[in-house]
Nanobody, 123 residues
């Protein structure tokens, strides 16, 4: 089972990036997925989560109105569209698969993690 996150890079403040998380080795279409981020020296923080159908979405307050999570189950891929990026969004972004019934805002609730993709926002 592998989750491959991609799409990170260097962008100026106010810019946009689209992260992708492709799953292989197993179909995750029936699982809730999440995105977390971790800045240097900081703990991993919840960013967004999406239900298996895409009908239930949750965002951390600090990304509401700027980030959009979506998924394409046919491609076994989850996306994170990030707009109006700020320097404080700089972090390694991780995608993960939620354990059924667990609290999707808690990193410990996720069983599978991608390797992370670095997002750097310059001021």
């Amino acid at each position: 089972v592998q989750l491959q996150a991609s799409g990170g890079g260097l962008v100026q403040a106010g810019g946009s990036l689209r992260l992708s998380c492709a799953a292989s080795g197993r179909t995750f279409s029936s699982y809730r997925m999440g995105w977390f981020r971790q800045a240097p020296g900081k703990e991993r923080k919840f960013v967004a989560s999406i239900s298996w159908s895409g009908g239930a979405i949750d965002y951390a307050d600090f990304v509401k109105g700027r980030f959009t999570i979506s998924r394409d189950n046919a491609k076994n891929t989850v996306y994170l569209q990030m707009n109006d990026l700020k320097p404080e969004d700089t972090a390694v972004y991780y995608c993960a698969v939620l354990r059924p019934g667990a609290n999707w805002r808690t990193a410990e609730s996720y069983d599978y993690w991608g390797q992370g993709t670095l997002v750097t926002v310059s001021s």
